[in-house]
Nanobody
């Protein structure tokens, strides 16, 4: 099993910045995607920024140029730097790994963090 622990959410004014961090409890041998999703009230969960298995990154159009995803393989972590935040970025942000293959466990499977609230005040 893998646990994903997120940190860094909070309340920020529009135009401000936040950095989200996600640490995995174990090394992940292989995955389909690793990154950040969000769910705003009354809306479906959507991918915000993810790494794909080939190493490329994908961003939802609304955050391009403002958010940057990064990964530290040695620390089994993935971060999301969010700049120029807007009120529409308000949501619960989830760290997730899909199609994860972890040594010593049956797989592949998906893992999700508990979520961290990001609130942007206008």
């Amino acid at each position: 099993q893998v646990q994903l622990v997120e940190s860094g959410g909070g309340l920020v004014q529009a135009g401000g910045s936040l950095r989200l961090s996600c640490a995995a409890s174990r090394s992940i041998f292989r995955f389909d995607t690793m990154g950040w999703y969000r769910q705003a009230p009354g809306k479906q969960r959507e991918p915000v920024a993810v790494f794909t298995t080939g190493g490329s990154t994908t961003y939802v159009d609304s955050v391009k140029g403002r958010f940057t995803i990064s990964r530290d393989n040695a620390k089994n972590s993935v971060d999301l730097q969010m700049n120029s935040l807007k009120s529409e970025d308000t949501a619960v942000y989830y760290c997730a790994v899909t199609g994860a293959v972890v040594p010593g466990t049956l797989g592949p499977r998906n893992y999700w963090g508990q979520g961290t609230q990001v609130t942007v005040s206008s």
